[in-house]
DNA sequence: CTCGGCCCTGTCCA
DNA sequence: ATGGACAGGGCCG
């Protein structure tokens, strides 16, 4: 086993861990104490979280396992690899510079407001293939069930890992996913997004489209390239540019966002997707809308103004 | 390009 | 008890 610490006083802009992984950005992460996603844990707990890279992330034969928690002034981390700092600083975006990524945001009352409330929260670079798949099962859906949909998808078709004499399970592979039958989805409890994981998956396991390709593409037609794939429109399209391609501008517009903008920016209120887009990213600042939605939208998520 | 109807499923609430 | 609304949408006609 490996491990070691990450000083969060030399992470610029510092590091809320919880607020990071359980922001609805990613359902990626588990919860050593079980209480993933539960609406009345208490903020700010030390709890351990893990997730498994898969071989592609790390470019190794097999998945490697990182443990981390948050103490006070430092991250504690255990991992199959003495890369996990590496691969820590990638997953969760360690090297944003977030005192001037939210300098950089326009001086909006409500973004101060969300800002305040949550400094720390980063946003996270989930693996592509994982990141499309949990948010194709994201619609209609509250965060703690998808997250039970990844669960189960990595359990069922993942790959088997030991680490420490615990077991783990990484997330199905696009092979993996791809052999899975409609039905047996079902049973995991995807109603009709099971043919969609499926199709989707396939499309990515024969080469017909990957969704890193999206990353060289400007903002709009990659947002485009993503909607090709099953289940996925443009609002799932901008969170997978957004939490795993870089595309910090990306702001997905869903029901929350939208009834904010209707009660707070109604002159974004455009006349259909892509031009409401244009308009709120104009007024976020369009370097880091994605960044400024993510903070607002756990905000009024979690009952601020 | 826009629109409405439809889709799985667990939970909450009248 | 039990049905209808609803939850961070997308597909299809």
């Known amino acids: 086993m490996h491990e070691g610490t990450i000083s969060v006083a030399e992470l610029p802009g510092g590091f809320d861990m919880q607020a ?36 592609t992330f790390t470019d190794t034969d097999e998945p490697q396992v990182i443990r981390v928690r948050l103490l006070d002034d430092h991250v504690e ?21 977030l005192d001037a990524i939210i300098d950089d945001c326009p001086d909006l009352p409500l ?9 720390g929260m980063r946003l996270v670079r989930d693996p592509p293939f994982p990141c499309l798949v949990s948010f194709i099962c994201s619609a209609q859906m509250r965060v703690e069930r998808i997250h039970g949909m990844c669960m189960r998808l990595a359990q069922q078709y993942g790959e088997r890992v030991t680490f420490d ?14 052999a899975a039958t409609e039905a047996d989805l079902r049973d995991l409890s995807l109603g009709y997004r099971a043919p969609y994981v499926q199709r989707t998956a396939e499309m990515v396991a024969t080469g017909e489209a990957d969704p890193a390709h ?12 993503l909607t090709q794939f099953v289940g996925v ?10 939490f ?47 960044y400024a939605q993510t903070y607002v939208f756990f905000y009024l998520r979690t009952g601020g103004e």
């Open 20 to 55: 990071t992984v359980e922001s609805g950005q990613t359902y990626l992460w588990d919860r050593a104490d079980d209480g993933m996603f539960e609406d009345d844990h208490a903020w700010g707990s030390d709890a351990w979280y893990h997730t498994v890279l898969p071989a």
């Open 77 to 97: 981390w255990e991992a199959s690899t003495p890369e996990a700092p590496a691969y820590l600083t990638r997953l969760l975006r360690l090297d944003d510079d």
């Open 111 to 119: 973004l101060e407001r969300a800002f305040t409330e949550y400094r």
């Open 165 to 178: 004499g615990d077991t783990y399970f990484a997330f199905p592979t696009p092979d993996q996913l791809a």
């Open 214 to 225: 999206a990353r060289d593409l400007d903002y709009e037609a990659a947002r485009e390239y």
């Open 233 to 242: 429109g443009d609002k799932v399209a901008d969170c997978v540019l957004l």
């Open 244 to 290: 795993s391609l870089d595309f910090l501008e990306a702001v997905p517009l869903d029901t929350w966002i939208q009834t904010a903008i209707e009660e707070y920016y109604p002159d974004c209120d455009g006349d259909n997707y892509a031009d409401t887009s244009r308009k709120i990213r104009r007024q976020f600042g369009d370097r880091y809308a994605g």
